[in-house]
Every structure is written in C-alpha cells, then in structure tokens.
C-alpha cells in the first residue's frame, strides 16, 4: 500500500466535519430542550478530556491504526475480537448516518422518491472518495469545510431579525437532570464519535499534531454547534425544539427579509449534505481498514466497494420508520456505543500505563 499522508489543516477540516455532521440539522441534546445550549457546553468540555484520551492513545503508537494498536497491546487474539467490535461499530455508525441523510431527503426533499435512492446516491459518493484515498477526502473536506462555515456565517446573519431572545428563559426550569442528561446523549453523538479517525490515523505520523487536531476540531465544531443550538431555541422557543426532527431545517425556512431573501433551507440542506458525506466516508474508511487489517490485506482499496454497499444496505432496513431513528438516537444509542467510546479506549490507556511501567511496550 502506497504511503498516504495529510496536513494538518486537512485532517482539522475533516474531523470538524465529521463532528459537525449531522448534528447542525438534527441538534444536539433535545432531552435538554430550552437548556440544550448549557448541555452542550457541558458535553464540549467533557469531550476535550475523552478526545485528549484518544490522543494519548494514538501519539504512543504513531503512524498505527486503532486495530493495529489493539493487535500490540493486547494479542493477536483478543486483538483481532476487538478489531470485529469496531469494525461493526464503525459500518453500523456509517449506516446510521446515511439513513439520517435518507430520511431527511425524503421527509423535507424529496417525499415521492424511494428512500433507497438518495442513500444510495450518497453511498456510491463516499464509496469513490474513500476508494481514490485519504488524500483525496481529506481535500474534499477542506473545501467543504470552507464552504459550510461560509453558509453557516451568512444564514445566522440572515436570521438575526427573526431571533426572540427571550426563548433562553427560564433557564434550569427543569433542574440539572435533564440537562446532564443531554449533554451524555450529546458526548456520544457526534463528540466521541471521534474515535472512528483513530481508524485513520497511519497518515499523521507527527505526536504534536494528533493532540492539536483532536481538540482544536472539538472547540471549533463545539463553537458552530453551540452557535446554531442557540439560533434553533431564539427562532423556535425551547417549548418545541426537542420534539422537532430537523429543528435547524424549519428555523431558517423562517427567514424572510423584505420579502426578498426568503426560502433559503436549501443552503441548510447543503450543509448538511456535506457533513454527512465526510462522517460516511470517514466511517467507511475505517471499517475499511479494519477488515484489512483482520485478513491481512495489503490494500484497504480492495474492500472498500464491498463495505459500502453493505453499509448502503444495512442503512435501508435498519430502522422502519422516523420515529424508530428518533427513538433510537434519543434512547439508546448513547449507551449502546459507551462501550466504544470510553470503556474499550479506557482499558487500553490503563494497558497502556501498565506496560511502560513494566518497559513491555513495543510501538513498531
């Protein structure tokens, strides 16, 4: 396999991408509902410390994958179950993503259509960047990062008439249970998410850049998030925001200036769009790479086409209905991917620690 290597400014811009994803359409911490704003500074904070986990994680072992570092800490065997865990968790969180696109284009888009279609539109996209490489969607993701926080810039401009900040109050009405539970609902989807660049990080072999990416993508995509939660509740009132599927869809839908700027969801729709076309291509390339690391394959590449469409399929029959995504977004997905997110890369830092105590650990 041909060596592949990014900057620094092109893995920040994937990254924030992928964290941003499909949250800026969907929101953050609905359980919080006026409050979500509190919960999502609170769950920024927190992911710094899970994210600094991750770094600690990957600056041992440089130039090496998630599974490659399972494989030198614990065993070929226990190493290679672990790697089948994430490999499932990463295809599954790719699915889950692309039906969130499917169900978007075809409650709000295109209602007449399939939903297949879109999904698998999009999935044949993510299955060509991931396939040319990392180079090639690392590029991508500068440009559209570029573009997004362009649009985002002028739509909150465009929606300071509409704003009532009066919606913010009363805040804490409901005391602090809701909220915390919004901001944990909120570190598991999009923040540690993260983990699944840790699928990706052979092509960033320098230690100081892991730490610099990692947490400068979470403030930065933190900023945006928190930014839009707040336009969502001033447009919205916190009375309706947590029982809307696409809040940020419907609040600027409302903009109207002198009857001229107008309609403009579409913009919002290209947000979007591109946000989850970084997340699935992101998820791809890893579950990618963990199959071949598991049969010992010397090209990603070679899966890549295989894993998208049994992505694309998973993503089809995973839910039966909008209200299914809803409920399982809301209600179980944070403690389904727990496991992934902070058990596993936890028990691997104490490993970790263990082994260079013990001067046992081997990085190559």
Same mark, same amino acid.
């Given at each position: 396999?041909?060596?592949?290597?990014?900057?620094?400014?092109?893995?920040?811009?994937?990254?924030?991408?992928?964290?941003?994803?499909?949250?800026?359409?969907?929101?953050?911490?609905?359980?919080?509902?006026?409050?979500?704003?509190?919960?999502?500074?609170?769950?920024?904070?927190?992911?710094?410390?899970?994210?600094?986990?991750?770094?600690?994680?990957?600056?041992?072992?440089?130039?090496?994958?998630?599974?490659?570092?399972?494989?030198?800490?614990?065993?070929?065997?226990?190493?290679?179950?672990?790697?089948?865990?994430?490999?499932?968790?990463?295809?599954?969180?790719?699915?889950?993503?692309?039906?969130?696109?499917?169900?978007?284009?075809?409650?709000?888009?295109?209602?007449?259509?399939?939903?297949?279609?879109?999904?698998?539109?999009?999935?044949?996209?993510?299955?060509?960047?991931?396939?040319?490489?990392?180079?090639?969607?690392?590029?991508?993701?500068?440009?559209?990062?570029?573009?997004?926080?362009?649009?985002?810039?002028?739509?909150?401009?465009?929606?300071?008439?509409?704003?009532?900040?009066?919606?913010?109050?009363?805040?804490?009405?409901?005391?602090?249970?809701?909220?915390?539970?919004? /901001?944990?609902?909120?570190?598991?989807?999009?923040?540690?998410?993260?983990?699944?660049?840790?699928?990706?990080?052979?092509?960033?072999?320098?230690?100081?850049?892991?730490?610099?990416?990692?947490?400068?993508?979470?403030?930065? /995509?933190?900023?945006?998030?928190?930014?839009?939660?707040?336009?969502?509740?001033?447009?919205?009132?916190?009375?309706?925001?947590?029982?809307?599927?696409?809040?940020?869809?419907?609040?600027?839908?409302?903009?109207?200036?002198?009857?001229?700027?107008?309609?403009?969801?579409?913009?919002?729709?290209?947000?979007?769009?591109?946000?989850?076309?970084?997340?699935?291509?992101?998820?791809?390339?890893?579950?990618?790479?963990?199959? /071949?690391?598991?049969?010992?394959?010397?090209?990603?590449?070679?899966?890549?086409?295989?894993?998208?469409?049994?992505?694309?399929?998973?993503?089809?029959?995973?839910?039966?209905?909008?209200?299914?995504?809803?409920?399982?977004?809301?209600?179980?997905?944070?403690?389904?991917?727990?496991?992934?997110?902070?058990?596993?890369?936890?028990?691997?830092?104490?490993?970790?620690?263990?082994?260079?105590?013990?001067?046992?650990?081997?990085?190559?």
């Amino acid at each position: 396999m041909r060596k592949e290597t990014i900057s620094f400014v092109e893995a920040f811009s994937m990254l924030t991408m992928f964290i941003m994803g499909s949250t800026l359409i969907l929101g953050a911490a609905p359980e919080a509902k006026r409050d979500t704003w509190i919960a999502i500074i609170i769950a920024t904070l927190a992911s710094i410390i899970i994210v600094s986990a991750y770094s600690k994680i990957a600056t041992t072992f440089p130039g090496k994958t998630i599974f490659d570092i399972f494989e030198l800490l614990f065993g070929k065997i226990l190493g290679n179950i672990l790697t089948i865990l994430y490999i499932w968790y990463f295809l599954h969180l790719g699915s889950l993503v692309m039906r969130n696109f499917g169900e978007f284009m075809n409650t709000l888009a295109m209602p007449e259509t399939p939903i297949f279609v879109p999904m698998m539109c999009i999935g044949i996209l993510c299955i060509w960047v991931v396939k040319s490489g990392i180079e090639v969607l690392a590029r991508t993701s500068k440009v559209l990062f570029i573009t997004c926080i362009v649009v985002i810039i002028i739509i909150q401009f465009c929606t300071i008439p509409i704003l009532d900040v009066s919606n913010i109050k009363p805040m804490v009405e409901n005391g602090w249970a809701p909220i915390m539970d919004g /901001a944990f609902s909120t570190i598991s989807f999009p923040y540690a998410e993260s983990i699944a660049f840790m699928g990706a990080l052979y092509c960033i072999e320098k230690k100081n850049l892991v730490y610099k990416i990692y947490i400068s993508s979470v403030v930065m /995509a933190g900023i945006f998030i928190i930014v839009i939660a707040l336009r969502n509740l001033f447009v919205l009132g916190g009375s309706v925001l947590g029982s809307l599927y696409f809040p940020a869809y419907l609040a600027v839908s409302k903009i109207n200036i002198g009857d001229f700027i107008q309609r403009v969801e579409g913009s919002v729709s290209i947000v979007f769009a591109a946000g989850i076309f970084v997340k699935i291509s992101l998820c791809l390339l890893a579950a990618s790479n963990g199959i /071949a690391k598991l049969f010992n394959l010397k090209d990603y590449r070679s899966v890549v086409i295989q894993t998208g469409l049994i992505m694309s399929y998973l993503a089809y029959f995973i839910y039966d209905s909008i209200m299914e995504m809803s409920y399982w977004a809301t209600k179980i997905y944070k403690y389904y991917a727990f496991p992934f997110q902070i058990i596993i890369p936890v028990i691997m830092l104490i490993v970790i620690e263990i082994k260079v105590k013990r001067n046992k650990l081997k990085t190559n």
